[in-house]
Each structure stands twice: as C-alpha cells, then as structure tokens.
C-alpha cells in the first residue's frame, strides 16, 4: 500500500521558515519524481514544486523560486521542503504526491499558516 505522511507544518510569522517532510512507504522511492501541491483556505491547488528521480533536476512556482528548497533523501524515502522567507500567501495545506503531471498517490497534507 503506497502511503505518503507529511509533516512539519504550523504557525510561522511572515519571514520565518519552516521545513516539511514526506514520509514515503509502499513503493520504491527513488523511482519516481516527487510534487508538492497546497491549496490555499478557500482556493484549488497549486502545484509549487517538483524534483525528478534522484534529485538532480528541481522546478518551481515562480512566486516561490529563491525561497523554497525540495529536496529527497532516497535512503530514508523522504521528500523535504525547505520553505524561507514566508509570506502570508504562503498559508495553505501543502499535500506531497508521488508523480509529475499524473498525481495519482497523495499524502494527507500539513497545514501552514503565515500570520503575525
């Protein structure tokens, strides 16, 4: 059963940082890219960011290039999300998902709110 648990959300000021991970069992890791997708209170989803099996080719939303980091560890099946300077646009559930473009496994999300 391919299970994927996210985790590390919370309250931040804007400004602040926080660091999400994705806890992946079920499958072999390291053969897929990895996505993390959030929706913001009362909006769809958003793709924000992917990395490529093995991690050596990552993209991103423009509006969060420079700030944020994915990241993988494929000895640990864990995805990461460094996520610097946060704004309060930021605040959404952020689900990680296995697959690029055809998002067929989601993890349950962890909520991040920017607020002062």
């Known amino acids: 059963e391919v299970q994927l648990q996210a985790s590390g959300g919370g309250l931040v000021q804007p400004g602040g940082s926080l660091r999400l991970s994705c806890s992946a069992s079920g499958f072999i890791f390291s053969d897929y890219p990895m996505t993390w997708i959030r929706q913001a209170p009362g909006k769809g989803f958003e793709w924000v960011s992917v990395i490529n099996p093995g991690g050596s080719a990552v993209n991103y939303l423009d509006s969060v290039k420079g700030r944020f980091t994915i990241t993988r560890d494929d000895a640990a099946n864990t995805l990461y999300f460094q996520m610097n300077s946060l704004r309060s646009e930021d605040t959404a559930v952020y689900f990680c998902?296995?697959?690029?473009?055809?998002?067929?496994?989601w993890g349950q999300g962890t909520e991040v709110t920017v607020s002062s």
């Open positions: 998902v296995r697959g690029a473009g055809i998002y067929e496994y």
